[in-house]
């Protein structure tokens, strides 16, 4: 008896220690919300359909966010070299609660995920599917 007692108080002990307790659940980032307003310019690698892994002949990629209210940001991007004469497209983005990760869909098609590396880095995955599909990591910084 006096066995069962000292096992039932060790049991009793640990609860009250809260060693049963439930984990903390993932809190929102408490450093506000991310500004990423401004330009950002970079490089990018990848992979196409048909052409199979490039690094785009070297081509920069610009991102310049015109506008964000929240978490919700706009502007366009645009490449340098070899496509110079493209007109930049429009995209929109939102941040993710956590302050860290970003989605963001563009005019013409496809989108991207990714990740604030900093509060000047950026690193975006963007994909298209369909028949000319492709994905391609863009590293970005801000200019």
């Known amino acids: ?19 049963t307790g ?17 330009r950002w310019s970079g490089t990018m690698i990848g992979f196409e359909q048909g052409t199979g892994y490039t690094d785009y002949s070297g081509a920069m990629m610009f991102i310049d966010v015109t506008e964000q209210q ?3 940001f706009s502007g366009t991007f645009s490449y340098g070299s070899p496509w110079e004469n493209d007109p ?7 941040i993710d609660r956590n302050g860290r990760t970003l ?7 496809g989108y991207s995920s990714g990740m604030i590396v900093s509060e000047n880095e950026i690193e975006l995955v963007y994909a298209e599917s369909g028949g000319n599909f492709s994905i391609a990591i863009d590293t970005l910084r801000r200019s």
């Open 103 to 109: 989605t963001v869909v563009e005019q013409d098609g």
């Open 22 to 38: 439930v984990p903390p659940q993932d809190q929102p980032a408490t450093n506000g919300i991310p500004d990423l307003t401004g």
């Open 88 to 94: 930049p497209q429009e995209f929109a983005g939102v």
């Open 70 to 72: 929240g978490r919700i």
């Open 1 to 19: 008896m006096k066995r069962v007692f000292i096992i039932l108080l060790l049991f009793l002990a640990a609860l009250l220690c809260g060693c």
